[in-house]
């Protein structure tokens, strides 16, 4: 069953602005570490950041840095990943994920179902 939601995907222009979201339906996502991944058709799966349940710090894959930012919303319940300045090479399907880990060490257990971003003029 799939336990976690992503949303906030869609079609932005280069140099553009998303905002995706990650909840969790059955339980309190606030315990986990979360991490952002994202597939493009053909290759394999990439973590792209992670924030860690243990004192909220966070790792960003090098390609992304300076422009991507995850964050947490611990009233919320939901983690965040803001992509600014977005590059065509960023369209994928991004996925978040929960590991009880709490340094994001893994293993994901849980996955949501994806959500498109796809970076086009």
């Known amino acids: 069953q799939v336990h976690l939601a992503e949303s906030g995907g869609g079609l932005v222009q280069p140099g553009g602005s998303l905002k995706l979201s990650c909840v969790a339906s059955?339980?309190?996502?606030?315990?986990?570490?979360v991490g952002w991944f994202r597939q493009v058709p053909g290759k394999e799966r990439e973590e792209v950041s992670c924030i860690a349940s243990s004192d909220g710090s966070s790792r960003v894959e090098d390609s992304v840095k300076d422009r991507f930012t995850i964050s947490r919303d611990v009233s919320r319940d939901t983690v965040y990943l803001q992509m600014n300045n977005l590059k065509p090479e960023d369209t994928a399907v991004y996925y978040c994920?929960?590991?009880?880990?709490?340094?994001?060490?893994?293993?994901?257990?849980?996955w949501g179902q994806g959500t498109q971003v796809t970076v086009s003029s």
């Open positions: 059955k339980f309190t996502l606030n315990w986990y570490s």
């Open positions: 994920a929960s590991t009880f880990s709490d340094r994001c060490a893994g293993p994901f257990g849980s």
